[in-house]
C-alpha cells in the first residue's frame, strides 16, 4: 500500500483555528468516502508561537514544513502582538516560511461564484463567470531586495529605502509557471510591471518577452503597465486569464481582484516552490482573509477560503483534479442553497455558523459521492 500523503496544519491566529478544523473535517471526509488518505501534522505559528516559544516560528516547526512540504496555513497576528518590533511580529513566521521554502510564486484565483454576484460591488455583468489567477512574485522584489532600512541624515529628517531588484532567473522562473498555468487553461498571460518608469520593469518585460518566443509561443502574451491593469480590473475583468506581476505590483492587485468576488472570506492561495527532480514542490496553502480578530472565538468566521485552498492543495501538490473539483463543486452546491456565513449574507439567505458552513458543505459532498 502506498504512503499516506502528508499535510502540515499551522492554524495560527484569530480566526484560524475556527476555519482550519473545518477544513480537518473535510480532510477527513475525503479519506472516508473517497479513499484520499492524509498523514496530519499540527503546529503552532504566528502569535500562538511567541506565546509559547518567544518566536513566530520555532526552528523545529521549521524544519517539519520544509520535511513534509505541503502546508495549510491559517492566518497569524492580532491586537495582542501589534506593539511588537518588526522582526519579532506574528506575521514574520509566514514570511520565515515563504522566504526558506524559496515559495517564490503566489497563485490567487479570482472566481465569482454565481450565488456570489450580487455580493460583488461591481455590476453583475462585470463579473458574472469571473476566473482569473493572478501569479505573483513572492521572495523577490522590493519586499526582500537590499539596501533597506531608516537612517539618520541629520538636520532632523530621517530617510526610508528600500530597494526593487529582480534577476533574470527570478522573472523567468515566475513567468514560466504563468506559462504553464495559461497552457491548462485558455491559453493567455498578462504580464504587469512598470516599464516605463523603472529599469526592473524594463528587465521583467524583456526577460518575460524571451522566455515567451523560446518556450511559450502556443500562449498569447501581452504587456500591461501594472497601474493600467489596476483600472481593468474594476472596467473589463474577464479580459484576463493568468495575470503575471512582482511582489509589490501583485500584492495590490490580487487585493483589487479578491473584491471583484465579494468577499475576501472566499478567496484562497497557493504559494509554489520550484519544482525537483521528481516534480515535487514545496508548498503553501492559505486563505486571503487574515486573522480578523474582532471575529475570532465566536464561531461566525467564513471557512470556504481555507476549504478552498485545501482544494488547491489537492489540485497542485497532490494531483488529485478530480477531488480538488469535487470539494470545489460542493462549495459552489452550498452557496447556491442560499447558505451564507456573515460576511457574504444577502438578503433571503440562510445564515449560519462557522461550524454549521461546514456541517452543510459535507451533506452536500455527500449527496455528490
Given at each position: 500500500m502506498a504512503a499516506n500523503r502528508q499535510i502540515l496544519l499551522l492554524p495560527g491566529d484569530g480566526i484560524g483555528p475556527e476555519v482550519m478544523a473545518e477544513t480537518r473535517r473535510v480532510i477527513d471526509?475525503?479519506?472516508k468516502k473517497r479513499g484520499v488518505r492524509f498523514d496530519i501534522?499540527?503546529?503552532?505559528?504566528?502569535?500562538?508561537?511567541?506565546?509559547?516559544?518567544?518566536?513566530?516560528?520555532?526552528?523545529?516547526?521549521?524544519?517539519?514544513?520544509?520535511?513534509?512540504g505541503c502546508v495549510l496555513f491559517g492566518a497569524v497576528g492580532g491586537p495582542k502582538w501589534d506593539n511588537l518590533p518588526f522582526a519579532q511580529k506574528p506575521e514574520r513566521g509566514l514570511l520565515r516560511l515563504r522566504k526558506e521554502m524559496d515559495l517564490f510564486a503566489n497563485l490567487r484565483p479570482a472566481v465569482c461564484f454565481d450565488a456570489l454576484?450580487?455580493?460583488?460591488?461591481?455590476?453583475?455583468e462585470v463579473v458574472q463567470g469571473l476566473d482569473i489567477i493572478i501569479l505573483r512574485e513572492l521572495t523577490g522584489g522590493l519586499y526582500f531586495g537590499e539596501p533597506r532600512g531608516i537612517t539618520d541624515i541629520g538636520n532632523g529628517q530621517r530617510r526610508g529605502v528600500n530597494t526593487q531588484?529582480?534577476?533574470?532567473s527570478e522573472i523567468r522562473r515566475v513567468a514560466?509557471?504563468?506559462?504553464e498555468l495559461a497552457r491548462k487553461r485558455r491559453r493567455k498571460v498578462t504580464s504587469l510591471e512598470k516599464a516605463n518608469v523603472m529599469e526592473s520593469g524594463v528587465l521583467w518585460r524583456e526577460e518575460v518577452t524571451k522566455?515567451?518566443?523560446?518556450?511559450?509561443?502556443?500562449?498569447?502574451?501581452?504587456?500591461?503597465?501594472?497601474?493600467?491593469?489596476?483600472?481593468?480590473l474594476v472596467r473589463n475583468p474577464k479580459q484576463f486569464d493568468v495575470m503575471v506581476t512582482d511582489n509589490l505590483f501583485g500584492d495590490i492587485l490580487s487585493d483589487v481582484a479578491a473584491m471583484l468576488t465579494g468577499?475576501?472570506?472566499?478567496?484562497?492561495?497557493?504559494?509554489?516552490?520550484?519544482?525537483?527532480?521528481?516534480?515535487?514542490?514545496?508548498?503553501?496553502?492559505?486563505?486571503?482573509?487574515?486573522?480578523?480578530?474582532?471575529?475570532?472565538?465566536?464561531?461566525?468566521?467564513?471557512?470556504?477560503?481555507?476549504?478552498?485552498?485545501?482544494?488547491m492543495a489537492l489540485r497542485y501538490s497532490f494531483d488529485l483534479p478530480d477531488n480538488a473539483d469535487a470539494v470545489e463543486n460542493g462549495v459552489r452546491a452550498v452557496l447556491a442553497e442560499g447558505v451564507r456565513t456573515g460576511d457574504i449574507m444577502q438578503?433571503?439567505?440562510?445564515?449560519?455558523?462557522?461550524?454549521?458552513?461546514?456541517?452543510?458543505?459535507?451533506?452536500?459532498?455527500?449527496?455528490a459521492a
Open positions: 471526509w475525503l479519506g501534522a499540527e503546529d503552532i505559528v504566528g502569535g500562538a508561537a511567541l506565546d509559547a516559544h518567544g518566536t513566530p516560528l520555532h526552528d523545529k516547526t521549521m524544519a517539519k514544513a520544509k520535511a513534509i454576484v450580487g455580493a460583488s460591488t461591481l455590476k453583475p531588484v529582480y534577476t533574470t514560466e509557471v504563468g506559462f522566455l515567451h518566443r523560446e518556450k511559450f509561443s502556443d500562449v498569447a502574451l501581452e504587456h500591461m503597465y501594472a497601474d493600467n491593469g489596476a483600472m481593468q468577499s475576501l472570506g472566499m478567496l484562497p492561495s497557493a504559494s509554489l516552490g520550484a519544482a525537483d527532480a521528481t516534480g515535487r514542490r514545496l508548498a503553501l496553502y492559505e486563505p486571503v482573509h487574515g486573522s480578523a480578530p474582532d471575529i475570532a472565538g465566536k464561531g461566525v468566521a467564513n471557512p470556504l477560503a481555507m476549504i478552498l485552498s485545501l482544494a438578503p433571503g439567505a440562510t445564515k449560519v455558523s462557522t461550524r454549521a458552513m461546514g456541517d452543510r458543505l459535507l451533506a452536500a459532498l455527500d449527496r
